[in-house]
């Protein structure tokens, strides 16, 4: 009983995957590229911008394994572009 207070204990392999998934992810660069068609449908794009937002806080908080509260939608434009701005916080 009192030796296997010292015993290490086994970890999931589950777990260090995600892990070492979620920092590859971050450290692999600051900025990301993703095709604006793989997160929003063609009709959202056409409707109000609070859907859209809406939308790339889920996209972003399932890639990531975050609540959608952690995820901040910026938009702005610059250049006659609209530059989406989306900041995640991991805790």
């Known amino acids: 009983m009192f030796f296997g ?16 998934d979620r920092l590859e ?4 660069g600051r900025r990301y590229s993703v095709p604006v068609r793989e997160v929003i449908p063609q009709e959202l794009l056409q409707s109000s911008g609070k ?20 995820v901040k939608v910026q938009l702005e434009e610059h ?10 916080v991991f805790h």
Request: cysteine-free; glycine content about 6%; overall charge positive.
């Open 5 to 20: 207070l010292f015993r290490k204990k086994k970890k999931t392999e589950g777990s260090r995957k995600e892990a070492k």
């Open 25 to 28: 992810s971050i450290t692999g």
């Open 51 to 70: 859907d859209m937002i809406y939308q790339i806080k889920a996209y972003v908080a399932d890639k990531y394994k975050v609540n959608e509260e952690n």
């Open 79 to 88: 250049n006659g572009y609209v530059v989406i701005i989306t900041n995640v």
